[in-house]
């Protein structure tokens, strides 16, 4: 059974970083590229950054390009989201979702964790 479980999440002052994780099991980690997701309070899901299986190729959205890094640790089959300089309109539930392939293709996944929340506020 495909599990993904993020965590990390929590309230963050203006400024600040936070670091997600998400614990991949049930499948090969190191054979699919993942990607994370995010809601805002009562909006769509915005996807934010993707990275392929290796973990050499990485691609970001321009409200978190240069704020965020996306990495993964294929032996520990974990996915990160570092993010920094965090702002208020960063708050929303995170998810972390797997494609069906080693490359990132569109927004088509197969897979999504629960979510994880994070809020910036002073």
């Known amino acids: 059974e495909v599990q993904l479980v993020e965590s990390g999440g929590g309230l963050v002052q203006p400024g600040g970083s936070l670091r997600l994780s998400c614990a991949a099991s049930?499948?090969?980690?190191?054979?699919?590229?993942m990607s994370w997701v995010r809601q805002a309070p009562g909006k769509g899901l915005e996807w934010v950054s993707a990275?392929?299986?290796?973990?050499?190729?990485?691609s970001y959205a321009d409200s978190v390009k240069g704020r965020f890094t996306i990495s993964r640790d294929n032996a520990k089959n974990t996915l990160y989201l570092q993010m920094n300089s965090l702002k208020p309109e960063d708050t929303a539930v995170y998810y972390c979702?797997?494609?069906?392939?080693?490359?990132?293709?569109?927004?088509?996944?197969?897979?999504w964790g629960q979510g994880t929340q994070v809020t910036v506020s002073s």
């Open positions: 990275i392929n299986s290796g973990g050499g190729s990485t």
């Open positions: 049930g499948f090969t980690f190191s054979s699919y590229a």
């Open positions: 979702a797997k494609y069906p392939s080693s490359w990132p293709q569109g927004y088509e996944y197969d897979y």
